[in-house]
Every structure is written in C-alpha cells, then in structure tokens.
C-alpha cells in the first residue's frame, strides 16, 4: 500500500503542477526576424524590365498562396498513403513481466447438489504460477471488415488527393488573372505619374497666380473666383485617379512575392488587343471538362458514392482471424513456447436498425453531390457567356477610349495654338492637358480592363497556362511556357468532347448564304433525338442583331443586311430529349442583295403581290411553292412631294393603299422613327411632309400592297408603340 500510495502522490503532484505559459518575447522576436527574412528573400533579383510574363511566372513560382496549396497537395498525398496503410492487417509483437510479492496459492473443494463443500480447516494449497515472469508474443489480427472499409476510406482520401490538385490549379488561375489585372493597372499608374506631377505644378502656380491677381483688385471677383473652382476642380480630378492606382504596384508586388518597398520598374509595352482563339461553343465545352470547380464536384460525388458502399458494409458480420506465437517462462507449464490460432465472427443485431438509416444518409449526400455539381455546371456555363461579353464590351469600350484620347489630342493642340496667338490665359490650356492627361488615363485603365476581362476568359474557361510539373524550372523557362500555351491556347482543347460526332452535316458544307429567300439549313444537320428545338445567337454569345429573323420550325434565318455587313458569325444550338449540341458557322451576306436585285428586275413594277410582315427592301419574286406567309416587295421610290426632300418614296400605282402610321414635327425625326420601324419590325416606309405649314409635319406612311395586309401592318406598328395609325388611299 506505502508503495502505491508513494506512485499516486508523483502522479498528481506531475500534474499540478503543469500551468499556461506565456510566449518568450525573445524567442518570438527572433521569429519575427526569420520571418522577415524569409518574405524578403528573392531566389532570383529581378534586374530587368518586367513583363507580363515574367510577373506571372514569378507569382506562380514564388507567392505564398500558391506555396500553401502545394503543401495542402502534399499533406493530402501523406493523408492517402497513410490511408493506403490502413489496409494491412494487424501484426502485434508484446512482451512483458509480472511480479507479486508471494505466490498466487489456491485451494479446491468438492462440489455437491450444485454446492461446493466448505474447505477443510487444514486446506491444501497449489500453485501454478510463479511469483515473477516474463511473457512474450507476435500476433497477426485480420479483420475482413476492417479490411472492406479501409479500401473504401482510402479511395476516398485518394479522390480528396486530386481535390486538392484541382484546388492548386485554381490558385494558378486566380494567379494568372490576378496578376495580368495588377500588372496592366501599374503600367496605367506609371503612365499617369510621369505626367501628373509637371501638370499639378502649372495648376499650382496658377491657383497662387489668380489668387495674386483676386488679392490686386485685377479682374472682378467673381471671374478670378470662378477660375479658382475650375483649377481646384482640375486638382481634384486629378487627386482622384492618382489615389485610384497608388496601389496597383504594391498588389503586383504582393502576389509576385516581393516585400512593400522592393523597387522594379516596369517594361515598356505595346497596346494590342487582344483575340480570343474558341468560339462560345468550345469555350463552353471546354469550361464544363475543365474547370476546378466542377473537377472538384465530380470528386465529392464519388466520394458520396463511395460512403453508400461503406454504410452498406458496416451492416455485414465481422469475421477476424487470428495467429499468434507465444512465450511464457513459467516454471509449472510444460510447454512455454506455443502457437494460437482462431476465428470469430460478429454481428451486431442493432445494426438491422440503424444501417438502413446510414445508407439512406449517404444516398441524400449522393443526391446533394449531384445538385452540387449541376448547379455549379450552371453557373460555370453562366460565367463563361458573362465573361466572354465582358470581354467583348471591354474591346468597344477600349476603341471608344482610343477616339475621345485621339480627339484629345487634336483639341489641346488646337489650344496650344490658339493661346500662342490670342494670348488668353492659362485655364483654358490647363484644363485642355489635364483633360487629354485623363483621356490618356481612361485609354490605360480601358486596356487594364480589356486585359483583365481577357485573362478572365482564361479563368472562365479553365485554361492550364503553366506546365504540370514546375520542379526545377526557371523564370525564363516558365515565362516562356506561359508565353506559348497562352498563344495555342485555342487549339489546346479543340477535340475535348466527342460534339462533331452529333453534328451529321456541319452548316459550314451547307453554303450558308443569306440569299433573297433567306438560309435554311439542313434537318438531318444533328443527331440529338426527337423532338429537337433549334435556336440561334452570334458566335461571342450575343443576341442576334435587329435585322435577322429565325424561324426555328422552318430552320430559316432571314433578314435585310445593313450595308456594311458583308458576313456574320453565328451559332445554332439543337436541344434534343436528353442532349443538347451546337454548330458554329459563317453566314455570307453580300449575295442577298445581289439577288434582291437580280430578282427586282423580273417582278413587273404594277404587279401587287400580297405581303406580309416582317418586309424586305427591295421587291421578290413568289416562290413557286406556296409559303405559309407570302413574301414581302418593299415599295419602289417615288418623286419627292413638293417642298420636301423626302429620302423615300413609293408611287401610287405600285401601292393601293398606305397606313399613316405617326406625325412628327421634323424631317430627321420622322426619318428616325422610320428607321426604327424598319429595324424593330421590319417594315418599310416613307416619310411625306403634310400640308400643315406652321409648323410643319412630316408623317411616316408604310404601303399595303393588299387589304389583306393591313391587319398585320397594325399590329407591328403597335410593337412599336403605334396605335393610333388609319388606312388611307393614297
């Protein structure tokens, strides 16, 4: 008892005394030094110009994030191969000894009527075992069902595995997009800083200039106070934007892992736009094979499916085998060396319960997954038709940008000029720069959002831009690999999905040219099943211009080109019972005129022919298979009226009747709406002025070949806001 009682007092005296100990300042200071250290170390100086490139490659191979997703990647490798381990069977090896402090000695009795006999008062004792021995054994335990669920849980881990390779790769890409966007923006702030420090010294003098002339009673009050708020005005503008990019340089530094303060310049770069090299279908497809998100949804999925099988045999009986070899330096035994071999199988009766409960558990996570995973599919398809239009509304921004910098230009020129010869003060000079040094700007800040919108594209679609394996390569290698995946990108993934198999007769073979009768394209074009719904939009994921028309039972694209339009880049997407694929193709548009033309001087100029709505420009001839609506003539021109140059007319005779569709108080504007008209509805019509003089009135007239047209020219007029329109004869 002395001796257990001494055992127990260390054990709680150990742990009493074991209290919170705060951190050595000296010891953290020294961390922070190291740490410090660490961040500021460069394997490479950065002794050139950078590059987009290069500022790419440096953020790959030296930002933190990206180094924590690879360690993320190799902790998951560890976590598989111990999961791999949990496979083997169990072999124990023990050894141990045993003391008392005097013999384990027992008596025996008889046993009578299920009663054992009281001892005798001189009992006889035996004994069996020693009072100190030593025992040794090497055991091998296999339990099948331990065995079933580990293959299970380690191909979980291994899909887990390649979670966080997928994960890695969306660092890459949240890199690369991050990066282009920091990088474009520091060379917009470069630009800015070396013009706006000379501009704000000139508003500067001429604040104090007109304050001295205000102070002097030199000009009145009010001008001198005017031109005060217009500089300080100036100043601010100017303040504004520069704050707006101070930072765009220390995000670059950031993520290329620099420490604040490390100093690099900039190389000097030529503006290209850039051209995406996929069309929306590809991107699409490419986006839905591709993309982290989606891998890493396809992932979990399996990893439900796999917890279904584990719940499924967590309710099967449990058999273990077991061997052993052992060794015991008794005395009393006659063998001390022996071997044990055994097998047991178990069943636990409450899993009749709670097994079907599991699996039903795990088949809601399967469903989940597979929600999961669809809509995420939609929302990658989403992104990647936003980020496409960003990126062509970014281009049109970027060339809106380049004319008002061009104008710019000219115009402070023009007030440089003058100033030199009226010789009038300086506001209208400064105001000038200061506005063609924000024009410069916005053409910069357009670009950085052209590029950012372009390396979204990338991000969008699930582009790879940096080789698998990054061990042991340079900067200048990996720039350069950057630099080559990033020009072939659009052929990378071009045979990515097995789609050409489903399109029979690409439109492409079809001659697709928008003739005077309009495009239909073949029904046998795809192979998606019955009932199948077509639909159509441009190639960059737009919707349709005003002018085309699709009739999707018929298969029919039809319209009047504007005159610049010489081709057009379409899409058309067959959704079949189960599957839904699209064809991309160019449509030829110059031969519809041509054959407009062709056709108008075969058509007699007094013959009516009925027509409907929408209209085409210029007169058709029937076909000769009836259509369910009748072709559309557009009316000849006509002499102007008196007094009014009317930019189209159409006869009395070729028309029996007009529709005055609205009045307005001036030519342009009458001509506008007729315009709209044309392109919203697609009615032609002319302009007359009225007999009204003061003020006089211009109305648009549309001309009905037939009675029978004037009930549908009325209803597209009310799609224009139109309800008020009468039938007149002439």
């Given amino acids: 008892m002395s001796k257990l009682f001494v055992v127990l007092s260390l054990a709680l005296l150990t742990a009493c005394t074991r209290a919170p100990e705060p951190l050595d300042m000296d010891a953290v200071t020294l961390e922070l030094r190291s740490d410090l250290n660490q961040l500021g170390s460069v394997a490479v100086p950065l002794d050139e110009p950078l590059r987009l490139y290069q500022a790419i490659a440096r953020a790959i191979l030296y930002n933190r994030e990206y180094r924590l997703s690879i360690m993320e990647a190799a902790l998951s490798q560890r976590q598989y191969d111990l999961a791999k381990t949990n496979m083997l069977p169990a072999l124990t090896l023990s050894a ?67 979670i966080a390779i997928e994960r890695q790769r969306k660092v890459v890409h949240n890199i690369v997009r991050e990066v282009t966007s920091s990088y474009w923006r520091a060379i917009a ?32 009050p009010v001008e001198a106070l005017i031109y005060q708020k217009e500089l300080l005005e100036i100043r601010r503008t100017l303040h504004t934007q520069q704050r707006s990019l101070m930072t765009a340089k220390l995000e670059l530094s950031q993520l290329m892992g620099f420490l604040p303060g490390q100093q690099f310049t900039l190389a000097k770069v030529e503006y290209i736009i850039p051209e995406i090299a996929m069309n929306i279908s590809l991107m699409e497809n490419t986006a839905m094979m591709s993309r982290p998100e989606l891998m890493e949804t396809r992932y979990q999925k399996r990893i439900s499916q796999s917890e279904v099988r584990a719940a499924l045999l967590s309710m099967m009986p449990n058999l273990s085998l077991t061997a052993s070899a052992n060794s015991d330096d008794s005395d009393y035994q006659k063998h001390n060396d022996y071997v044990e071999m055994g097998a047991q199988v178990s069943y636990n009766l409450l899993s009749a319960f709670s097994g079907p409960k599991n699996r039903d558990v795990a088949k809601a996570g399967v469903d989940v997954a597979e929600e999961r995973r669809l809509a995420m599919a939609m929302a990658v398809v989403s992104q990647v038709h936003i980020a496409n239009m960003n990126f062509v509304q970014s281009r049109q921004d970027y060339r809106v940008a380049e004319e008002y910098l061009d104008v710019s230009k000219r115009l402070t020129k023009q007030t440089r000029d003058a100033q030199k010869v009226a010789k009038f003060g300086e506001l209208e000079v400064i105001r000038q720069e200061a506005s063609l040094l924000l024009a410069n700007l916005r053409r910069d800040i357009a670009f950085a959002e052209l590029q950012n919108s372009f390396s979204t594209v990338y991000a969008s679609v699930g582009l790879d831009v940096v080789p698998s394996h990054l061990e042991d390569m340079s900067i200048a290698n990996l720039s350069q690999a950057i630099t080559q995946s990033l020009k072939k990108w659009g052929l990378k993934y071009k045979s990515v999905v097995g789609e050409s198999r489903r399109v029979i007769l690409p439109i492409a073979d079809q001659n697709p040219m928008l003739g005077a009768n309009g495009f239909v394209f073949a029904a046998n074009t795809f192979d998606v099943g019955e009932p199948v719904k077509y639909s159509i939009g441009m190639q960059d994921g737009t919707a349709l211009p005003d002018w085309v028309a699709f009739d999707s039972d018929l298969r029919k694209i039809s319209g009047v080109p504007p005159k610049e339009k010489m081709q057009l880049s379409l899409r058309v997407i067959a959704q079949g019972p189960e599957r839904r694929v699209t064809d991309s193709f160019v449509l030829q548009l110059d031969d519809a005129k041509k054959g407009i033309s062709t056709k108008r001087q075969k058509t007699p100029a007094a013959a009516p022919v009925p027509i409907p709505i929408p209209a085409a420009p210029e007169p058709t001839v029937a076909p000769t298979v009836a259509p369910t609506r009748a072709p559309i003539v557009a009316p000849v021109k006509a002499p102007p009226a008196p007094k009014a140059p009317i930019s189209t007319q159409a006869p009395k005779s070729q028309a029996p009747g007009f529709v005055q569709a609205k009045a307005l108080n001036s030519l342009a504007k009458a001509q506008k709406f ?57």
Avoid: C, H
């Fill in 96 to 162: 141990g000894y045993s003391g008392r402090d005097n013999y384990a000695a027992s008596a025996s009795t008889t046993f009578t009527n299920n009663r054992p006999d009281p001892l005798p008062s001189s009992p006889s004792y035996s004994v069996s075992q020693d009072k100190n021995r030593s025992t040794s054994s090497a055991a091998f335990t296999w339990n099948i069902l331990d065995f079933g669920l580990s293959y299970v849980r380690a191909g979980q881990s291994a899909d887990r595995r390649m």
């Fill in 189 to 220: 702030a470069d630009n800015l800083l070396d013009e706006l420090g000379p501009l704000l010294r000139r508003v500067e003098e001429a604040l104090a200039d007109s304050r001295r002339i205000e102070q002097r009673r030199l000009t009145p």
């Fill in 674 to 730: 007729s315009d709209k008209i044309k392109n919203t509805v697609g009615l032609q019509s002319f302009v007359r002025k009225t007999k009204r003089l003061n003020p006089p009135m211009y109305r648009v007239i549309i001309p009905a070949f037939s009675p029978d047209d004037v009930p549908s020219i009325m209803q597209a007029l009310e799609r224009v806001g139109v309800r008020d329109a009468f039938m007149t004869r002439n």
